[in-house]
């Protein structure tokens, strides 16, 4: 019955918006620069050739402007020519960003956007893996599921008050919803209902209830609405030509705007508690109030250098995870948050 109810309510306040906002919520226009249907190498060497012609434009505009016949000529010519080297360096970083790209590429004719769409979603899916190696990823069901030496880790910390996380599941105010909607940014792109941040921001008070209703009731059962497991992926190409090659792009994921606003929400009550002292590791320094990874790298600046003026050898290694974020396990992640 629960779901059903966060469902139907769900449902209710997409009709209310999509049927509302085309008569009470300005519309928003969006310029487009360049056309999308140009293949992506020509548009590329398009932006090359607008690059080097601004460029030699700009400075031979800079010539005319110094031709004074009043000045003496030694010093025009030293002051013209004094700009060149930022010149060149932008036209040696537009050729090393575009070298690679040919008018002579042969790109696919016809393209089955059905056949498309699925190897999209299964290569993001499966983070350039095997079916089965994703099968095989462990799933542990309790602390004593993991080695001897990780259980220490995992196991809930006693000098913690379990009663501080009380704040995160309490009910939402509709004083604390408005203050989130008027912070949300503008111009951002929607989900699959179709509704933009400017669309919340426009709500009458009847319907910013129901979000309310919706909002604490996800909070007491834990049951979202299904939409919300649905999100828009877009792949888009690096700066380089794709080729047809999906490892050549990377994914834009469109989620829904009432659920990222919910999101924000617990989020925003997390931060509160999470920054205070001994809560977690102190090297977790991302994304909490007060905090900055410009500490850690002071301290690490702080070791060259006093390895430097000592004259003594220090070594410091670097990792770095491709898809690190989306290759954590969901089991450990779960049993690090009891």
Not at 53 to 72: A, Y
Not at 81 to 95: K, V
Not at 248 to 259: C, D, K
Not at 299 to 327: F, P, R, V
Request: hydrophobic share 35%; glycine share 2%.
């Amino acid at each position: 019955m629960d779901s059903l109810h966060i469902y139907k309510t769900w449902s209710n306040i997409k009709t209310i918006i999509n049927n509302s906002k085309h008569h009470t919520i300005p519309i928003y226009k969006s310029l487009q620069h360049y056309n999308l249907n140009t293949p992506l190498p020509l548009r590329q060497k398009f932006n090359k050739i607008l690059t080097i012609h601004n460029v030699f434009t700009l400075f031979n505009r800079k010539k005319i402007l110094h031709c004074n016949p009043d000045s003496d000529p030694l010093t025009q010519w030293s002051i013209y020519w004094s700009s060149w080297p930022l010149h060149r360096r932008s036209l040696l970083e537009s050729n090393k960003l575009f070298h690679n790209i040919l008018f002579d590429q042969k790109l696919p004719s016809t393209i089955n956007h059905l056949n498309f769409n699925k190897e999209c979603i299964k290569h993001f899916q499966l983070l350039n893996s095997s079916q089965s190696a994703i099968n095989n990823v462990p799933i542990f069901h309790s602390v004593q599921d993991l080695p001897l030496e990780f259980q220490e880790i995992y196991s809930p910390i006693s000098s913690i008050n379990l009663s501080l996380y009380d704040t995160v599941i309490s009910p939402i105010t509709i004083t604390e919803l408005k203050n989130f909607i008027n912070n949300l940014p503008l111009h951002k792109s929607a989900g699959n209902s179709g509704i933009h941040y400017e669309d919340l921001k426009h709500l009458h008070e009847d319907v910013l209830l129901l979000i309310l209703e919706l909002f604490n009731n996800i909070l007491s059962t834990g049951i979202i609405p299904k939409d919300w497991n649905h999100a828009l992926l877009y792949p888009i190409p690096k700066p380089k030509d794709w080729g047809s090659e999906i490892n050549n792009t990377r994914p834009i994921i469109l989620l829904e705007s009432t659920r990222k606003l919910f999101t924000k929400i617990l989020t925003s009550r997390l931060h509160q508690i999470l920054s205070r002292p001994n809560i977690i590791q102190p090297n977790n320094r991302a994304g909490l109030i007060g905090e900055s990874t410009l500490q850690p790298l002071q301290h690490l600046h702080h070791a060259i250098e006093m390895a430097n003026i000592q004259g003594k050898t220090i070594w410091i290694g670097l990792q770095d995870l491709s898809k690190a974020y989306d290759c954590i396990n969901v089991s450990l992640l779960k049993l690090s948050l009891k």
